[in-house]
């Protein structure tokens, strides 16, 4: 996203729905950043490898932006990041809880050693579903 010149190019960059990415960085104001230090903190000192830590608020108040600026260096060093919008993958004027978990599935495990077993097991409930195996 470039910064705007004009009110033409600031009313584009204020769609809905668009976040900013990393390498916006020169537009983005880091409003979370006490919020994301205390997140970032507790996902590298937590004990507890199961954690899950959910962020939750009103459409449109920079969740997702914030989260897009969460993974420093120890973070990546330490996990494998993953960044997955969902609607990137389903039309949601027409999902159900079956979409969204296998799409959900298919978007931790794409492009990584497990997509194959993935598509395996898909197969194999599939041939159950059909009869075909017991």
Do not use: C, W
Request: zero cysteines; charged letters at 30%.
């Amino acid at each position: 996203m470039q910064k705007a010149a004009n009110i033409n190019e600031l009313a584009n960059n204020l769609i809905p729905g668009k976040e900013l990415k990393p390498e916006d960085k020169d537009v983005y104001v880091r409003i979370y950043d006490d919020v994301l230090k205390v997140l970032r903190n507790r996902v590298i000192e937590d004990v507890v490898e199961s954690q899950a830590f959910f962020v939750a608020g009103q459409s449109g108040t920079g969740k997702t932006t914030a989260l897009n600026f969460f993974t420093n260096e120890t973070l990546k060093d330490r996990y494998h990041i993953k960044y997955i919008n969902m609607r990137d993958y389903l039309d949601f004027s027409d999902v159900d809880i079956i979409d969204f978990l296998l799409t959900f599935a298919f978007a931790l495990v794409e492009n990584t050693g497990l997509e194959e077993k993935y598509y395996e097991n898909l197969e194999e409930i599939k041939r159950i579903h059909e009869g075909e195996i017991i």
